[in-house]
């Protein structure tokens, strides 16, 4: 019989290896090292975590190994578009490990649109998304698949123009190389097989999606509150960022004012303050959230 805990595969080192450790952790889930740097387990909850490379990842969570994985889309993506089509859900985005898969040529390359890719050979380490993208747009083209250092096979004189992923841009500049065209937009995402948990584990899996998605909420969200005349009501409600219906309560003795607490879910910036101050409002205090549900 299976053990009584829940699995997330996560990457053991690489980019995405800290920051998935860092949302387990800020969803509360206290780690402790196990199995060498290969495993962690979680104290106060019926969970491990396997840490492996992320090109397992789909495959753990695939073949019930894992019950989670966290892992960047392009990986998932790639593999759906496949001959392994094992129907993972990407249950949400996670705000790290954004990059985009992109083709680009070398500088000077003049680019109208998928058609100027035509008889060209494109270097890649995702055969099966450029693939997808060729085949929507009617473009024919080789696809030279790669294991790695995908931007030098232009200079290699391998191929004409390369499908990559990119995130400052440092490499592509590096390399003489353009990028002109998006495959992919990607980040890291939890993902799950389309099976159920083991009944006794269905809490636990229900608290990992929820805490997770309470750090994304949490993460930038401000908390916003103000003591405003009742008349600047509506201007303030356009000017707080991402806020749902503030509370507006009384204030003791005062019938023309009230306070005012929001959570906006976009930046607060001095103009944002100047903004409300303008409308009449004072005390303004902009606090962050630890923890939101
Ligand atoms: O060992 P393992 O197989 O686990 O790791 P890996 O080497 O395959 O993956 P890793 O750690 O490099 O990347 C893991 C995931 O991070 C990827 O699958 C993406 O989802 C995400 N990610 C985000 C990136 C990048 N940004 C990124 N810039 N993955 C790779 N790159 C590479 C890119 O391929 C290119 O070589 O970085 C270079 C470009 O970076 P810039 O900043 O110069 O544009
Ligand atoms: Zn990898």
């Known amino acids: 019989m299976k053990s009584q805990r829940l699995h997330i595969a996560i990457q053991k080192s690489g980019r995405l290896a800290e ?3 860092d949302l387990v952790r800020a969803a509360g889930f206290r780690l402790t090292m196990s199995a060498g ?3 962690y387990s979680v104290e106060n909850a019926p969970i491990d975590l396997w840490c492996v490379r992320d090109d397992d990842i789909p495959t753990f969570v695939a073949d019930g190994v894992a019950d989670f994985g966290i892992v960047g889309r392009n990986v998932l993506a790639e593999r759906a578009s496949g001959l392994n089509d094992d129907g993972l859900v990407e249950l949400m985005p996670l705000g790290f490990g954004r990059c985009r898969l992109s083709i680009a040529a070398p500088d000077g390359f003049v680019y109208d649109g998928a058609d100027s890719l035509s008889g ?4 890649t380490t995702y055969p099966n998304l450029l693939r997808r993208f060729l085949e929507a747009r009617r473009v024919e083209a080789s696809i030279v698949t790669m294991r790695g250092a995908v931007e030098v096979a232009p200079r290699l004189k391998l191929a004409e123009a390369i499908c990559d992923l990119v995130s400052t841009g440092a490499t592509l500049e ?3 190389l353009e990028a002109f065209e998006t495959v992919l937009e990607s980040e890291a995402v939890l993902v799950r097989a389309p099976r159920g948990f083991a009944p006794e584990l269905e809490r636990t899996a229900a608290s990992i999606v929820a ?3 309470g750090v994304i909420a949490s993460q930038g969200a401000k ?3 103000m003591n405003a005349p009742r008349t600047a009501l509506p201007a303030i409600a356009r000017i707080l960022p991402g806020a749902d219906a503030p509370t507006v309560t009384p204030l ?3 019938d023309d004012a009230v306070a005012v607490h929001a959570v906006c879910q976009e930046s607060i910036f001095w103009e944002t303050l100047e903004a409300l101050k303008a409308t009449g409002a004072s005390a303004i205090l902009v606090l962050p ?3 939101m549900m």
Do not use: P
């Open 252 to 254: 003791a003795g005062r």
């Open 174 to 176: 590096a390399n003489g």
């Open 37 to 39: 740097e290969l495993a």
């Open 223 to 225: 908390y916003v509150m």
């Open 19 to 21: 920051k998935s450790l």
């Open 120 to 123: 060209l050979r494109i270097a």
């Open 211 to 213: 805490r997770f998605k």
């Open 289 to 291: 959230i630890e923890k």
